[in-house]
């Protein structure tokens, strides 16, 4: 173990423990789950319905495993697609920065899940607990997270997102 290890699993604990409490949101706080479905709704992401528990699901999931470095790459891909969804439908006309609604947010966690996958998750993982190794590091990390992601975002948006033609900027 190194302090490279350890580095891993304090980014990796924090960028996925982050994006386990979104999903966790989406089903048990504020207008829990039907409140989702309406705001996605209100974006023009169709069946709403289904695509919440979808988005909430898959933030838990991919969260989790990414917090314990299980199938990184896999789970930095999940990152990548959610948040390229998120930035397309709601922060892209709000410019780049936060403090105005922009998608730098969704910006840092995707590009923090794409380095995670391509240094591997370290020594302190379940994918070396389980496997010896990671499954995937280097070239072939990025090219899953950021092909397998990008694919399945651009994917969920051309097939699922349809805004309503009076939607705010």
Known sequence: MTSFDVAL??????????M???????????????????WFTSLGMRPAAFHAWLAAGTEIAAGLALAA??????????FVALMLVAAWTVHRKKGF???SGGWEYTFVLAVAAIS?????????SLDWLIFGSPLL?????LFV????????????LAACYRPP?????
């Open 20 to 38: 386990a409490v979104h999903g966790y949101a989406k089903l048990f706080l504020g207008g829990r789950i039907s409140g989702t479905s309406k």
């Open 69 to 78: 470095g299980l199938l990184t790459s896999l789970a930095s891909a999940a």
């Open 116 to 124: 995670v996958a391509i240094t591997g998750p370290g020594h302190l």
């Open 97 to 99: 920065l936060i403090t």
């Open 137 to 141: 590091e280097g070239l072939p990390g």
């Open 145 to 156: 997270s950021v092909g397998v992601g990008g694919v399945a975002g651009v994917g969920l």
């Open 9 to 18: 699993l304090v980014l990796r604990l924090s960028i996925g423990i982050t």
């Open 165 to 169: 033609k009076n939607m705010p900027a």
